[in-house]
Nanobody, 126 residues
Framework: QLQLVESGGGLVQPGGSLRLSCAAS????????IGWFRQAPGKERESVSC????????HYADSVKGRFTISRDNAKSTVYLQMNSLKPEDIGVYYC???????????????????WGQGTQVTVVS
């Protein structure tokens, strides 16, 4: 069974850090580009970051550049999102998604993804 499972969310103060993990099972992760998306209450789902199947290409939303870092360990079938200097506007449910890779690119559109995880909540409050 194809599955993505996110973990690592939680409650932090502004300026704090969290490391999200996206663990894949039931398929070979190294064939897939991975994206991290988030959805805040009352807002549309938005792209946060993505990484190509072998990690050669990454992309970040302007709002997280310099604060978030995406990485992957295909041997462990896991993709990570290191989030530093967290702000209240980073609040939301964070999802990872997989799209069958076709080259050294990744995709920020949630409409193009093939598989989704169940999400993990990130809350940033004083």
């Amino acid at each position: 069974q194809l599955q993505l499972v996110e973990s690592g969310g939680g409650l932090v103060q502004p300026g704090g850090s969290l490391r999200l993990s996206c663990a894949a099972s039931g398929f070979a992760l190294d064939y897939y580009d991975i994206g991290w998306f988030r959805q805040a209450p009352g807002k549309e789902r938005e792209s946060v970051s993505c990484i190509s199947r072998r990690g050669g290409m990454t992309h970040y939303a302007d709002s997280v550049k310099g604060r978030f870092t995406i990485s992957r360990d295909n041997a462990k079938s896991t993709v990570y999102l290191q989030m530093n200097s967290l702000k209240p506007e980073d609040i939301g449910v964070y999802y990872c998604a997989a799209k069958r890779g076709s080259g050294n690119v990744c995709y920020t559109s949630h409409l193009l993804q093939d598989y989704w995880g169940q999400g993990t909540q990130v809350t940033v409050v004083s």
